[in-house]
């Protein structure tokens, strides 16, 4: 996921760069950023799972286990808080591309509400991230319809110069 999502950044760079290089530039950056942190997190639940395999010979490696599993899920809504920036960049990139239709700029901006008020939510105030939980729904949606654009868009072939 981390190698397809770095890709993802770059080549959504150069899809939106001519329609501002600056908003592209810190999309990417903040979409790498996010890759970076949930490659990272992915490090807690290795650590989990070779206490529990190492079990004999620690006694608290079921209670320690869990600790790196919330440590894991924790650094992987600290990457989400980077790609809720992003997915709010790139709704505004979308919007004003001209490429698309506005309501996929929208809803990505949505999505990055989402995001943000989620991994928000589990930082400040773990007791209500589960009652938001549904609001993901709307980022699945939104990206979904967002990614079968993309792939359906019919692209005209490059023009070839009368040289």
């Not at 959504?12 to 530039?25: D, M």
């Not at 609001?135 to 654009?149: K, N």
Request: net charge positive; glycine share 8%; proline share 5%.
């Amino acid at each position: 996921m981390a190698l397809s999502d770095a890709a993802l950044a770059i080549l959504l760079y150069l899809v939106f760069r001519p329609v501002s290089p600056g908003l592209a530039l810190s999309a990417m950056v903040f979409r790498l950023i996010q890759t970076v942190l949930i490659a990272a997190s992915l490090m807690a639940l290795l650590t989990a799972w070779l206490l529990l395999t190492r079990a004999a010979y620690l006694a608290d490696a079921p209670a320690l286990a869990l600790v790196f599993l919330d440590l894991h899920a924790h650094g992987y809504d600290l990457g989400l808080v980077f790609f809720g920036v992003n997915s709010l960049i790139m709704g505004l990139l979308v919007w004003h591309s001209g490429l698309f239709a506005k309501v996929f700029g929208a809803g990505l901006a949505l999505a990055g509400l989402v995001y943000l008020t989620g991994s928000g939510l589990r930082f400040l105030a773990p007791e209500w991230s589960a009652a938001f939980a549904p609001a993901y729904g709307l980022t699945i949606l939104a990206e979904a319809a967002f990614c079968l654009r993309l792939l359906l868009q019919r692209v005209p072939p490059p023009r070839l110069s009368a040289t």
